[in-house]
């Protein structure tokens, strides 16, 4: 499989975006290079970018119009990621909740690991997925991120203001 990359200026640093022919492979947060060099080409999807931006600036997006290419997630994975991606925008669910409704009940606390290979963060949103105690658990992209995406998605208060 060939794959290319690309850039995306945002508000929030340059994303690197990661794709085949089939669609985005990998999204990479601003300061994280690929572990490969690959060649670069334009994102043929014309507005992610726009819509990238939007996101960050707070605004709800529908990133199922994005092709996403899952080559290589085993089952166990997909069945999680896809149950992921049905949580709504500024809402959150925990490990358990989507290990039993992905059709693993036994398996939430393998959730969390699974959920950390998520190669599409922001479009499969595991920072909306956190502990059953309410903590925010961990998250496949870095650092801060994940309550960083909660606060705009305003699931989290803004730091300084009771958050």
Not at 93 to 105: H, M, W
Request: charged share 25%; aromatic share 12%.
């Amino acid at each position: 499989m060939d794959l290319f990359f690309d850039y995306i200026d945002t508000s929030k640093g340059y994303f690197t975006i990661v794709f085949s022919e089939t669609g985005i492979f990998r999204i990479l947060f601003p300061g994280v290079e690929p572990e490969k060099d690959y060649p670069r080409r334009e994102l043929s999807c014309p507005r992610f970018s726009e819509d990238l931006n939007c996101y960050l600036s707070g605004e709800q997006v529908d990133w199922s119009k994005y092709p996403l290419d899952r080559s290589g997630y085993p089952s166990f994975t997909s069945a999680l990621l896809e149950q992921v991606s049905q949580i709504p925008y500024g809402r959150v669910s925990n490990y358990r909740d989507v290990a039993e409704k992905a059709g693993f009940p036994r398996a939430w606390r393998a959730s969390g690991q699974a959920l950390r290979i998520n190669r599409h963060p922001i479009l499969v949103p595991c920072h909306r997925v956190i502990k059953t105690d309410g903590s925010l658990g961990g998250f496949s992209g870095p650092g801060d991120w994940k309550k960083e995406l909660l606060r705009l998605e305003g699931v989290l208060a803004p730091e300084g203001n009771g958050g």
